[in-house]
């Protein structure tokens, strides 16, 4: 069964950083672009961060930009979101999201995860 | 960077109706436009791809139509199992960017 699972989330104080981790199942891992998609509540969607299958290459959302770090490992499986100097408005759920492209990314999902919450709050 | 407008928020319909959820988008996009069916605490589902075709194995009461800027996602004979949030994704351009969703009640 094609599966992401995303972990890490949890309450963390302002200013705070927190470790995201997803674990992806029944599909060739390696082959495939992957990004993190997040929703604050009572807001829309908001794409966050994407990786290449190869991870040579990252992007991020300029609401994220320089305090996120998107990485992977292939040999294991996993996605990861190093969060850090996190604000009360990255309040959200966090989703897992798999890429139809590889290396280059085409930012059409065919797969989700059931997502994690992370609180920022004092 | 690409706006997509969905309407509307909330709607209600009863098993059997027909409806129709609107994504309009603030420039051209093509084709490049799919459509999502979220419950709650699961992973959304992947329904329809480039605005107009199916995913595979899902139920043909679904259907997409539009090109460009104006996309709708339709539902015949409504079941009380299609009661999900629906949202619209663009990936015609980076960043890719949702619509703010659409939540169907079955009465």
């Known amino acids: 069964e094609l599966q992401l699972l995303e972990s890490g989330g949890g309450l963390v104080q302002p200013g705070g950083s927190l470790r995201l981790s997803c674990a992806a199942s029944g599909f060739t891992f390696r082959n495939y672009a992957i990004s993190w998609v997040r929703q604050a509540p009572g807001k829309g969607l908001e794409w966050v961060s994407g990786?290449?299958?190869?991870?040579?290459?990252?992007y991020y959302a300029d609401s994220v930009k320089g305090r996120f770090t998107i990485s992977r490992d292939n040999s294991n499986n996993t996605l990861f979101l190093q969060m850090s100097s996190l604000r009360a408005e990255d309040t959200a759920v966090y989703y897992c999201?798999?890429?139809?492209?590889?290396?280059?990314?085409?930012?059409?999902?065919?797969?989700w995860g059931r997502g994690t919450l992370v609180t920022v709050s004092s | 960077e690409t706006t997509l407008t969905q309407s509307p928020a909330f709607m209600s319909a009863t098993p059997g109706d027909k409806v129709n959820i609107s994504c309009k988008a603030s420039?051209?996009?093509?084709?490049?436009l799919n459509w999502y069916q979220q419950k709650p605490g699961e992973a959304a589902v992947f329904i329809i791809q480039e605005a107009t075709t199916l995913v595979h194995g899902i139920p043909p009461r679904f259907s997409g139509s539009g090109y460009g800027i104006d996309f709708t996602l339709t539902i015949k004979n409504i079941e009380s199992a299609d009661a999900a949030f629906y949202f619209c994704?663009?990936?015609?351009?980076?960043?890719?960017?949702f619509g703010q969703g659409t939540k169907l009640e079955i009465k």
């Open positions: 994704l663009q990936h015609d351009n980076f960043p890719p960017s």
């Open positions: 420039q051209d996009i093509d084709d490049d």
């Open positions: 999201v798999k890429d139809t492209g590889g290396n280059y990314l085409n930012w059409s999902f065919d797969l």
């Open positions: 990786i290449s299958a190869d991870g040579d290459s990252h």
